[in-house]
């Protein structure tokens, strides 16, 4: 392999843009008074402000993780607003008072919130910094019985659904992000699907980071209530700056008997630039509860991000749940990812499948972590795991951590690992056909993760095939 | 059309062309000959514009234009097919999708409108007879998972596609059984055009029974030792190539 392989030079990302706004920022640092300042402005019912403040002193006892494979200059949550909000926003007004510039904004990024051209078929929960600033065919939905608005509204509306389940797939004790989430999160989005209801739509949210030296803590709850079905997406962009901004968000997906939730994220926050000055460290804690026959189905694009620290799981806990992670991450320059999933198998014949599709280049290095683990009474546990790395050019890296504990002896666990690169030779050989070396690189990392995109909604599919292109522009030489 | 002159090439420090000369006219099928190791396949693949050799001496000119400035896509625009040796496979990626790409590619190269994918559909299904080959062919990835036969089967399925105006064969016929051979020969001689012209590069005679030459050159140690007509291919398969070559062969030059 020469080194013509290689010579990065990378498209511009496109979403760096700032939009220039007043805004409400807390001061930097976090003490109490800032999550009771949170929760004011939220004007929030007093059982929030208690879990955020139990949130809070459990925060404070724990140490931030460092068993990942990713390296980064200490963090001095003291330096950052846990706080901003655009002033003009107004959280339960309607889309039709929405500040011109936001809309601006998010038409920019191809997200129309005008009634007139919303995206046909998908309802969209804008998220601007700390807070919600829109949501489309709430009306439509709501003929369904559907609840579908930002976090802090379905605090003001639906207090006993959020009280019922927030917290109860991720605890605020779950671990250091978790519990700074749980103490300071500001918004976020809110499903609720009754019994028996097919969301007849797909469900979306659009986060975007705009505000300096801030950082995004926003939190998912949705619910599939018996026989429910939802398919939700999550998007997220942020502007270029040379300062890192943190991102540690929490999302909760309860699945009900007979219920199915489909969960789709394409991430790409700024991912820093060739030299790895700036990027988003995302530092996601997204994990579902599938009941009886349930079923859970994590898909992820992860393309952008300096650091990304997530793993999709699933709680088997039901009798015949199914569990699955489709994953695709991409690391280009100094990008660092650490991703993977956990399947916790407790309900008797329970199946997960795992199909994670990673790819380096540049000085990128990729890490799948995955625990799979059958609990004593979970008999007739079926667990499929196909791993697949691939490499563009040789100062990247990727690695595999696989974690299986299996303690009933019925279970039948299968683990697949491959490593492929990119060779000189199918680049050519795409070449001699006419194709450019972009349309070649594109053309075999998409076929790499073919599997992984037919999981996608239609509206995504392409959108993620093309922002895998963006993202290895120049990565081939 | 074709005017190679000269043309020397190294693969890393070992020189393995050592000074190619010949001309290819339209209409003609030269076939290329010669011992393992002798520099056949880097021939092929200098002219493809492989980025693992480095000329090192020498020109070639293609239909007026410098071959060697041209990057190895814009041969392809130009009508320069390689069916390769040891095609690659494309995990993942549709034999119709990829065929699809390169086609509109080469079209679009040329200033014509791009095709869509029921209109190629059309295409490919008269194509796929010339090479005996299943329409399930199209849905499967890229030569993944293929037997010998039935990837160079796709090459030539490839070639009948994009339809060149020089195509080179680079040992398309080791590892055929006969059936498959003749398959393969008869797509190759279906497209032959008084326009195109095509290089056969073969280490044994048996192709040149069913895909003619005009003319026969035989390459020894990086450097044409003899050209003939279709008789000299004849010669060898009696003879052998050992009264051609009055040098020691380099050891383990590229084939």
């Known amino acids: 392999m020469s080194s013509s392989i290689e010579s990065l030079v990378g498209k511009e990302y496109q979403y760096g843009f700032t939009t220039d706004i007043e805004a409400d920022t807390l001061p930097p640092g976090l003490n109490e008074d800032v999550v009771r300042a949170i929760s004011r402005r939220k004007r929030e019912p007093a059982f929030m402000l208690e879990w955020r403040l139990k949130a809070f002193r459990r925060w404070q006892t724990l140490t931030e993780p460092h068993w990942s494979n990713v390296t980064y200059p200490p963090l001095d949550y003291q330096a950052i607003s846990y706080y901003s909000a655009p002033k003009t926003a107004k959280p339960l007004g309607s889309l039709d008072e929405l500040d011109p510039k936001i809309r601006e904004t998010y038409d920019k990024l191809g997200i129309p919130l005008h009634e007139q051209k919303l995206l046909a078929g998908v309802a969209v929960d804008a998220v601007f910094d700390s807070v919600s600033v829109g949501t489309t065919y709430k009306e439509e939905l709501k003929k369904h019985g559907i609840v579908f608005c930002s976090f802090g509204e379905a605090v003001q509306e639906h207090p006993g659904l959020v009280e019922q389940y927030l917290g109860s797939v991720v605890p605020y004790s779950d671990n250091f992000f978790a519990a700074l989430n749980a103490a300071v999160f500001s918004d976020g989005s809110f499903v609720y699907v009754p019994k028996g209801v097919r969301c007849p739509m797909e469900l979306s949210t659009y986060f975007r980071i705009n505000a300096e030296g801030t950082g995004q803590f926003e939190r998912t709850l949705i619910v599939a209530d018996e026989g429910a079905y939802v398919s939700y997406l999550e998007g997220c962009t942020a502007p270029k700056r040379s300062a890192n901004q943190l991102h540690a968000a929490v999302v909760e997906l309860v699945a009900l008997d007979n219920a199915t939730v489909k969960y789709s994220t394409v991430q790409n926050w700024y991912a820093g630039d060739e030299d790895g000055r700036g990027g988003i460290y995302n530092f996601v804690t997204k994990r579902g509860k599938a009941l009886r026959n349930a079923k859970i189905s994590w898909t992820q694009v992860e393309t952008g991000s300096a650091i990304t620290w997530k793993y999709p799981s699933v709680i088997l806990q039901g009798d015949n749940s199914t569990g699955e992670f489709y994953s695709v991450a991409v690391v280009n320059n100094r990008q660092q990812a650490d991703t993977g999933t956990k399947m916790i198998h407790i309900g008797r014949n329970t199946k997960s499948n795992i199909v994670s599709k990673g790819i380096s280049a540049g000085h990128g290095q990729n890490s799948y972590r995955g625990q799979v683990k059958v609990v004593p009474k979970a008999s007739g546990a079926r667990n499929y795991t196909q791993c697949d790395s691939m490499l563009i050019g040789n100062r990247c890296g990727a690695h595999t951590f696989p974690y299986i504990e299996a303690q009933n002896n019925t279970a039948i666990i299968e683990h697949e690992a491959s490593t492929s690169k990119i060779g000189e030779d199918q680049i050519f050989y795409l070449k001699q056909r006419g194709l450019s070396a972009e349309q070649a690189v594109s053309m075999i990392v998409s076929g790499f993760c073919r599997e992984v995109f037919k999981e996608l909604p239609m509206e995504f599919a392409l959108e993620a095939q093309q922002l895998l292109g963006i993202t290895l522009e120049g990565s081939v030489g | ?255």
């Open chain 2, 1 to 255: 059309m074709l005017t190679i002159d000269g043309l020397r090439a190294t693969a890393g420090d070992r020189e393995i062309l050592r000074g190619i000369t010949m001309s290819v006219a339209a209409g003609e099928v030269h076939a290329i000959m010669g011992p393992n190791g002798s520099g056949k396949s880097t021939l092929a693949q200098v002219l493809a514009g492989h980025p693992g050799y480095e000329v090192t001496g020498g020109t070639v000119e293609y239909d007026g234009r410098d071959l060697l400035a041209m990057e190895p896509e814009e041969r392809a625009h130009a009508g320069i097919f390689l069916a390769f040796q040891y095609p690659v496979e494309i995990p993942g990626v549709s034999n119709a999708y990829f065929l699809r790409t390169a086609f509109n590619e080469i079209r679009k190269a040329r200033g014509e409108e791009e095709i869509d994918p029921m209109d190629f559909l059309d295409v490919m299904a008269e194509r796929l007879k010339l090479v005996d080959m299943d329409e399930a062919m199209l849905q499967r990835s890229v030569n993944s998972g293929f037997s010998g036969g039935e990837k160079k089967r796709n090459e030539i399925l490839q070639m009948a596609v994009l339809e060149p105006r020089l195509a080179i064969l680079d040992e398309t016929d080791s590892g055929l059984d006969i059936d498959a051979l003749r398959v393969v020969a008869d797509g190759v001689n279906a497209l032959r055009r008084p326009e195109n012209a095509t290089i056969v590069v073969t280490h044994y005679q048996r192709l040149l029974n069913y895909i003619v030459p005009d003319y026969v050159h035989v390459l020894a140690n990086g450097r044409i030792v003899k050209s003939g007509g279709k008789e000299l291919a004849l010669d060898l398969e009696a003879r052998g190539y050992d009264w051609l070559i009055d040098e020691p062969r380099t050891a383990g030059a590229g084939a």
